[in-house]
């Protein structure tokens, strides 16, 4: 699976949009990019994933550029609630590794009211 | 979706001793997947169970230090054998629903060694 890189922490005014980004170049053709956040003492939590469209969820949005070596993600309207660590995410769904997940060190995101 | 119950939510364990986490699953699953989550750092996947095999363990981690059990398609178990003070962590179920693309955790046994 392809290694994701991601900036260690951002703030956030609640309220206002959260944008997390991602960085992928080692993507492969058939890898999708999942986001997954984990709230303090908590286990982690999907949120979205995609392959090359930009998705949206009822949670967030997922912008992936062209060359898919890198994607966005973003909370509309954060909250306190959605300050979490956010982990970005790339595999193959249904592969032999189905499942199985390799975590960076992800993104903390603090909401500030 | 899938509901995993991990059992016990946290312990605080002597060194030396073992400790069994049990995870069950509502539905059942093919693969499990237990992590670990060192304080302050971010998930490793120990190792992957499938029922009626052996576990995958991942480099690092080895059957003797961390044996697991898949008797069904619900339910496993994570041993920390031998626990000494560097093995407090949060250990972690994790489960690949049939029909769904993204995986689903458990709330985590957080270990203490003392």
């Known amino acids: 699976d392809a290694k994701t890189t991601q900036p260690p922490s951002m703030d956030c005014a609640e309220g206002r949009a959260a944008n997390l980004p991602c960085n992928h170049s080692t993507i492969s053709g058939n890898e999708y990019v999942y986001w997954y956040r984990q709230i303090h003492s908590q286990g982690p939590q999907y949120i979205i994933h995609g392959l090359k469209n930009n998705e949206t969820n009822e949670m967030a949005s997922l912008i992936i550029t062209e060359d898919r070596k890198s994607s966005t993600l973003i909370l509309p309207h954060a909250t306190l609630r959605d300050t979490a660590v956010y982990y970005c995410?790339?595999?193959?769904?249904?592969?032999?590794?189905?499942?199985?997940?390799?975590f960076g060190q992800g993104t903390t995101l603090q909401v500030k009211p | 979706s899938a509901v995993i119950s991990q059992k016990p939510s946290r312990d605080i364990c002597q060194r030396g001793t073992s400790l069994t986490i049990q995870c069950q699953v509502d539905?059942?699953?093919?693969?499990m997947f237990w992590y670990r989550q060192q304080p302050g750092q971010s998930l490793t996947l120990i190792a992957t169970?499938?029922?009626?095999?052996?576990?995958?363990?991942e480099s690092g981690f080895v059957i003797d230090k961390f044996p697991i059990s898949r008797p069904n398609l619900t339910f496993s178990t994570l041993t920390v054998s031998n626990m000494s003070p560097e093995d407090s962590s949060i250990y972690l179920c994790?489960?690949?629903?049939?029909?769904?693309?993204?995986?689903?955790f458990g709330q985590g046994t957080r270990l203490t060694v003392v």
């Open positions: 994790s489960v690949h629903g049939q029909g769904f693309p993204e995986a689903f």
């Open positions: 539905s059942q699953v093919t693969m």
């Open positions: 995410i790339v595999r193959v769904p249904g592969s032999s590794n189905t499942g199985k997940l390799i």
């Open positions: 169970a499938n029922q009626g095999s052996e576990a995958t363990y």
